[in-house]
């Protein structure tokens, strides 16, 4: 408890949190659960922890390139990872398999593994697996993705948040050391 400063801003309530309980619906009010402040129930005693939630994001390559994927809704310039939330009994690596073949149609095979990286911003912790796509055509999740670009691994910039520094440290272990692109707006 010795960094309470910190811990006490990383779990201030926000727009996201619940309001109500889950499970009785009474309303949520600030206490001291585990050492900091957090949302709990004073009828029975649920607390909102809010711990956060595990994402895989793959770094996909082919033929010397990356690919970058458009999510659907997001600003025009805002390429990123395949990337996804963890399943019940999945294992990170496998998580990165199926976003994959999920996000891109094809089957990947895993290249190794990068490292973890806290966002705090959307309140996750990401895992990043760099992976091998197999040959073919890639077919997008129409629901979720509208357009992709194979990247060359030299004209690669990554972002300050987000995946972005797993790409970083992926992009250093290949020589390549280039600066986080401003995208002027958080990427996640
Ligand atoms: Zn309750």
Same mark, same amino acid.
């Given at each position: 408890m010795a960094n309470l400063s910190r811990s006490d801003r990383r779990t201030a309530p926000s727009q996201g949190d619940f309001q109500y309980c889950p499970r009785c619906r009474t309303e949520l009010a600030l206490g001291?659960? %585990?050492g900091r402040e957090r949302l709990g129930?004073?009828?029975c005693g649920f607390v909102h922890w809010r711990n956060p939630v595990p994402v895989v994001g793959a770094i996909v390559e082919r033929a010397g390139r990356v690919v970058l994927v458009h999510g659907v809704g997001r600003p025009p310039h805002w390429y990123g990872?395949?990337?996804g939330f963890l399943e019940t009994a999945e294992t990170p690596e496998e998580c990165a398999l199926r976003e994959v073949k999920e996000e891109l149609g094809l089957d990947a095979t895993t290249? %190794?593994?990068i490292g973890i990286y806290p966002f705090e911003r959307l309140n996750q912790?990401?895992?990043i697996y760099h992976v091998l796509l197999s040959a073919g055509e890639i077919t997008l999740a129409a629901d979720e993705l509208d357009d992709y670009k194979e990247m060359p691994i030299e004209r690669i910039?990554?972002?300050p948040q987000g995946t972005g520094p797993g790409l970083r440290d992926w992009l250093a272990t290949r020589g390549f050391h280039p600066q986080f692109a401003d995208f002027g707006t958080p990427q996640d």
């Open positions: 001291v659960h %585990g129930c004073p009828k990872l395949v990337a290249g %190794g593994f912790i990401i895992f910039k990554p972002w």
